[in-house]
């Protein structure tokens, strides 16, 4: 789990409470016709602009802002210099079998043991890269969308209240309600937008870059060992994505 996001999250929506509370407590804030305009907007809005199976697994990718599962890039440099050694010592037979991290990695490291050059490698790791790319986006995509349609549902419903306002101008009791719902329509679209899913697109941009530089890696490493390329030169290839601490202690161990 990212603590970071999690905790950001918590504080984000606890600052706002807690400020709330101190101005005399979260019931003002709180209103049926609010929530139906900008919560129900918006849900039934993003489906619009989305494909339905889109949609629906957004929220499944939602969840990895609070549960990536992060490559770890120095163990990746020092499991690919392992295989590499391997390689070099038995022939790329000796690799079949071998634990890895992931099903991408696995995928390449077979493509080797059955005999593919490193053309064909690249091209179809580079094309599985690129489907993953395009799976990401779509689902920033739908993020995105959270993030235009909750203002302008906000907006829509600032207009309803002042419609209702100015239409029962006679009656003084009216006015308060009305206005509560053109005020807080606004509220709600900015909290949806700004406090839940801007951060969270962000991480998942984040995510996917990260992904594609541990993915960049994983091939770098099997076109190296497809060039029966020495352990040592493919770390010294590969460490080249670590941050300096890293790139420090893996050379060190070497």
């Not at 000796?94 to 099903?103: F, S, T, W, Y």
């Not at 029962?168 to 949806?192: C, E």
Request: proline fraction near 5%; charged fraction near 15%; include cysteine.
């Amino acid at each position: 789990m990212d603590l970071a996001s999690l905790i950001g999250l918590i504080g984000a929506v606890g600052m706002i409470l807690a400020a709330m509370i101190a101005g005399g407590g979260v019931a003002p804030f709180i209103d049926t016709q609010s929530i139906l305009i900008v919560f129900g907007g918006t849900f039934f809005g993003v489906m619009y602009a989305n494909p339905l199976p889109v949609f629906l697994g957004s929220f499944g990718a939602m969840a990895k802002a609070f549960m990536p599962k992060a490559a770890k890039l120095d163990e990746c440099v020092e499991r690919m210099v392992e295989l590499a050694a391997m390689s070099r010592k038995d022939g790329m037979m000796a690799l079949e079998g071998q634990e890895v991290p992931d099903k991408f990695w696995a995928k390449g490291m077979q493509m080797l043991v059955d005999g593919a050059d490193e053309k064909k490698l690249t091209k179809q790791m580079q094309t599985e890269i690129g489907a993953m790319k395009t799976r990401h986006e779509a689902m920033q995509g739908v993020v995105g969308a959270w993030i235009d349609i909750a203002p302008a549902m906000g907006m829509i419903g600032t207009l309803v209240g002042l419609v209702l306002m100015l239409g029962n101008m006679a009656d003084p009791k009216a006015i308060g309600p009305a206005m509560a719902v053109a005020l807080l329509t606004t509220l709600y679209g900015a909290f949806i937008a700004n406090v839940l899913f801007m951060p969270m697109r962000t991480v998942l941009e984040n995510y996917t870059a990260a992904e594609i530089t541990y993915r960049g890696m994983v091939i770098t490493g099997l076109q190296n060992i497809a060039r029966s390329e020495s352990p040592r030169n493919i770390q010294d290839e590969l460490v080249a994505n670590l941050p300096p601490a890293a790139q420090a202690k893996l050379e060190a161990a070497a």
